[in-house]
């Protein structure tokens, strides 16, 4: 089973910018395409940035297209997701796995919680 440990969350505020964390444990990253998804309260998973193993091509949910960057260095076994122009519907607890939509993802692992203050 593929496993993530997400990480970088934190309490900002509207407008600033943090940058998330996901290392693969157990297996090497360079083979799948890793997506970025999140969660607020009361709401579904929802993918936001995905990058594909073959060509490193990216692909941003509207939401956030333009503010976050989905980047990922195979040397290091993690994808980062940097987040600028933050919005306090941005708050969530996000994610990382395997594929770019969330109804591919078997489990999800604890996540890191963002908060964006107004």
């Known amino acids: 089973q593929l496993q993530f440990v997400e990480s970088g969350g934190g309490l900002v505020q509207s407008g600033g910018s943090l940058r998330l964390s996901c290392v693969a444990s157990?297996?090497?990253?360079?083979?799948?395409?890793i997506g970025w998804f999140r969660q607020a309260p009361g709401k579904e998973h929802e993918g936001i940035a995905c990058?594909?193993?073959?060509?490193?091509?990216?692909d941003y949910a509207f939401s956030v297209k333009g503010r976050f960057t989905i980047s990922r260095d195979n040397a290091k076994n993690t994808v980062y997701l940097q987040m600028n122009g933050l919005k306090p519907e941005d708050t969530a607890v996000y994610f990382c796995?395997?594929?770019?939509?969330?109804?591919?993802?078997?489990?999800w692992g604890q996540g890191t919680q963002v908060t964006v203050s107004s």
């Open positions: 796995a395997a594929g770019c939509s969330p109804v591919v993802v078997a489990s």
């Open positions: 157990g297996f090497i990253l360079d083979y799948y395409t």
């Open positions: 990058i594909s193993d073959s060509d490193g091509s990216t």
